[in-house]
């Protein structure tokens, strides 16, 4: 049981460190964007612009297994209730969006997957998958609906900041945390604030024609928010705020508690 659990600690930090380097290359992006140095990218394009880099097969390959790690975390945290939350509506909802969570970042290491296998040729093709599910987000009710649970995970994340209980598994000294405590609260709002852009796109969507091509992400989101008056700024402090979250998961890599023991 001993070396299971620490196996699970160790996949878990790796997820942790991973996801933080997705949202570095994602926020210096952004950041670069609102100057006019180069284009937004989503979480797809982070993994497309670090395989163009030196080594970039070799680098996308460390990050497949981490990308796996976090979804086998998540996966974990939903099934054991790794963090109690219990099984009362709020617990359950809390433990669905961890297992949505596991699905999300399979489907991004399957992604990298076949980034490397086939080179990163192209996005697959008219009948994609992908494309398939942009046609049925793409229907009124159901983009109205994935904007209220976007709506609640942005809710989420800013409650999770306001009231710190992201400090609650978080266990560095004082020190640390007077550090930690501002980068974490910047990220948590950023990331929300991204959800919620999402949210408002998707009932934009709901309300027309429901006619969209291609499922929002955070490139759109953070598209959206560059087309806005002051955009530039605006897309800037997102940028920021995503470089901090990157921060606050390289944090949860090096120093979330992780209690296996009751799981």
Partial sequence: MAKSSNWLKHLARTGYLSRGLVYTIIGLFAVLAAFGSGQNKDTKGALQTLLGQPFGTVLVGLLIIGLVSYAVWRLTQSVTDTDHHGHGPKGLAVRAGLLASAFTYSALAFYALSLVVFSGGGDGGGSSPAKMMAGVIGLGPVS????????????????????????????????????????????????????????????VRGLSSGSGSDTPGVKDALEFVQELPFGAILLAAMGVGLLLFAAYSFAEGIWREINLEDA
Avoid: C, E, N, Q
């Avoid at 598994?169 to 919620?196: N, W």
């Fill in 144 to 203: 109205l609906g994935l904007a209220a649970i976007f709506a609640g995970v942005a809710v989420a994340h800013w409650i999770k900041a306001g009231t710190g209980k992201y400090a609650d598994h978080l266990k560095a000294s004082d020190r640390v945390m007077t550090f930690l405590h501002p980068i974490s609260v910047g990220g948590l709002f950023a990331r929300g604030a991204v959800f919620a852009v999402l949210a408002v796109m998707l009932v």
